[in-house]
């Protein structure tokens, strides 16, 4: 009994005594202030970055809309948090629309992250890649261009390598094949990609444009092999097998029935139609296939560009 | 079959500290938010049965919203080591049950089989009218039956006079004379290749084998005519060579997919009945 008044006493002592010691209550940090010696003690966890770690927690667990729900809720529920931590929602909001494919509204995200945040390289980067893969190369070309990186060997590497990424998407040769020759090759985090690019550059360098008059003129030649000289493998046995059985009904009515005849007219026109339609869509087929080689390669290019983000400031 | 297959297992509440906040979000209809706070409660213990019921709870928050595959992902995450026997098999029922709503039958059943297994029977046989559903999927009739009718001898065992009953109805409802007849797709491939239309009639289909029939005699008689009758060799036999080869092909192809829908169709019906005859005795008796 004796000891149970003694603690009273005792708890009471403390509560009355030494709570007016921690007088300035951050009740944002939760984080107390001694008065006299200015020391700061933290009594429970900061719950912004609790936060900030549960929505990370959240985006490693691929729970990304559940992430952003967390990042939004803590910039209404805590309007004025400091610098540091609004970049840190700024650039997990980033992350989280950039996972979603949301490129749009992960750029504006990343672009809010401060200078002189230590995430603020990430999202230079990320915002870059998310403007190429929109397909504004200018943009991602201008992020990258305005970055400047100090005393950082392995950012430096691939900001150029980022940057090479973007020349080629822009078919800027003459700037990849000077940027590319600062490739190192001996980086774990994108030395197969920099090989890659060397590959891609090589397949673009050798592409050519083929011509839409010669692929109509061998085409009205003999049907479907315009788009035989195009590249296409499959398709122009097709097309032959096609226009000559057309042709051949065609003939057969001319010889039997005669020019004016009805027979002759159905028939031969049925048989220019598929004529100068297969000659046309060799003419088109330049440009398409042109299109498919050139989409190809931006997907490809896209995807190395992206990889060694991800090696970099994921790990 | 949601109300009466999910609490088939046992209520997930939990009126430990933790859970105030998720479950009242929950129960107020703040969903997303409710999602959100169950993940928080994973995210910050070290209590595995906290963390279950927690995801089993998760679960059913995305089952409210109809989002089925999310909850049987969610339930994926469960550790089973050092649970207690009426959590685990909750955790295993409903990840089975929610498999089974996303039509991942095999799964359920692997689900099923580790109740079956490691849990004692007054939780297993609990199990098996969900077990008879998947089963009845797989086209697994005689075991489902088997199930059932262990279901009905362990929980009517001193109801002489329902357990009879509901044994002659399962007797009734899984007769083999009843199980779906199927049509061997392939042979009705090789039907249509002989004969015309002869694939899609040994599929049921009467009026699409007489259409087979008829377009592709129609490209045989346009040959004919052409070659005999007005003369006109070549174009007899490109118009109808080229009717007939389009229709001789799509035939055969048609033929194979009407056996595979005569298939589905039939043990749909069948598996249809069947789970209306199980949902019925699961209402009439809640077991």
Known sequence: ?315 | LICIFHYAGFSNSNNSEPFYKADSLKQSGDIQWAIVEYERIVYNTNDNSIRTIALLNKAECFAIINDFPAAEKSLKRVFYNDLVDTLSYNAHYNTAFYAYLNKNFNYTLSELLLIDNFLPDSLKIKSYPLYALALNELRQWDNAKEKMEVWVNYYFNDVTIVKDSLLKEIQVLYNPSKHPKYKNPEKAHLYSSFIPGMGQLYSGYWADAAISALMQLSGIGIALYGVFVVKYYVAGVVFGYGIFQRFYMAGTKRAEFLANKHNYKTARDYNDNLINAIIEIQLMYNK
């Open chain 1, 1 to 315: 009994m004796s000891m149970h008044l003694i603690g009273v006493v005792f708890f009471s002592f403390l509560y009355f005594v030494a709570t007016p010691a921690f007088s300035q209550v951050d009740s944002l940090n939760h984080t107390y202030t001694d008065s006299a010696e200015n020391n700061v003690i933290t009594l429970t966890t900061n719950p912004v970055s609790e936060e900030i770690k549960f929505a990370e927690y959240l985006i490693v667990n691929n729970q990304y809309n559940d992430a952003l729900f967390v990042l939004e809720k803590l910039e209404t529920d805590f309007p004025e948090v400091p610098n540091s931590q609004l970049d840190s929602i700024n650039y997990y909001k980033g992350w989280t629309h950039y996972f979603n494919k949301r490129f749009g509204k992960a750029i504006s995200a990343f672009e809010k992250v401060n200078k002189t945040s230590s995430l603020y390289y990430n999202s230079v980067f990320y915002s870059s890649f998310c403007y190429a893969y929109m397909g504004d190369f200018i943009a991602s070309k201008n992020t990258l261009q305005n970055l400047n990186i100090e005393d950082n060997k392995l950012l430096e590497e691939l900001h150029n390598f980022q940057l090479a990424c973007v020349a080629l998407l822009q078919r800027d040769l003459e700037l990849f094949v000077s940027l590319s020759q600062k490739f190192t090759y001996n980086n774990y985090y994108f030395a197969s990609e920099q090989m890659q690019l060397i590959e891609y550059h090589k397949d673009i360098s050798k592409f050519k444009n083929k011509s839409g008059f010669l692929a109509g003129l061998i085409s009205a030649i003999v049907p479907g092999m315009g788009k035989f000289y195009v590249g296409y493998r499959g398709i122009p046995f097709g097309a032959l097998l096609t226009t000559f059985p057309l042709a051949a009904v065609a003939v057969e009515s001319l010889i039997k029935a005669g020019l004016t005849s009805p027979q002759f007219i159905v028939f031969g026109t049925l048989f220019g139609v598929f004529y100068a339609g297969n000659v046309w869509g060799s003419v088109l087929s330049v440009n398409a296939r042109k299109k498919e080689f050139y989409a190809e390669i931006n997907h490809n290019i896209l995807f190395d560009m992206h990889i060694p983000l991800r090696r970099v400031f994921e790990q």
